[in-house]
């Protein structure tokens, strides 16, 4: 998985390797991710964990696969 323990927005490129894969993004902190993610199958699963944001500003087009919400907040917002 991944844990953040800041504050912070990326444009790189996160590939998703494992079947389930978790992001735990801490405390009040907020992750922007500013790319798509990868997956190695296109319905692996991803997890949000720990009490931060993750903030999703691009469009998963090809992933299926199931997004659980443990804890924290997800925030999917329009690029366009």
């Known amino acids: 998985g991944l844990r953040i323990s800041g504050t912070f927005a990326t444009n790189r490129t996160i590939h998703l390797n494992a079947a389930s894969s978790g992001i735990d993004v801490t405390g009040s902190n907020t992750f922007t991710l ?3 993610f990868t997956f190695a199958t296109a ?12 903030v999703l500003t ?3 087009t090809g992933w299926n696969g199931v997004m ?9 917002k329009d690029a366009g």
């Open 34 to 36: 500013n790319n798509v």
């Open 43 to 54: 319905t692996n699963a991803l997890t949000k964990n720990d009490l931060g944001t993750l």
């Open 58 to 60: 691009q469009a998963q």
């Open 68 to 76: 659980t919400i443990n804890q924290g907040v997800l925030r999917i």
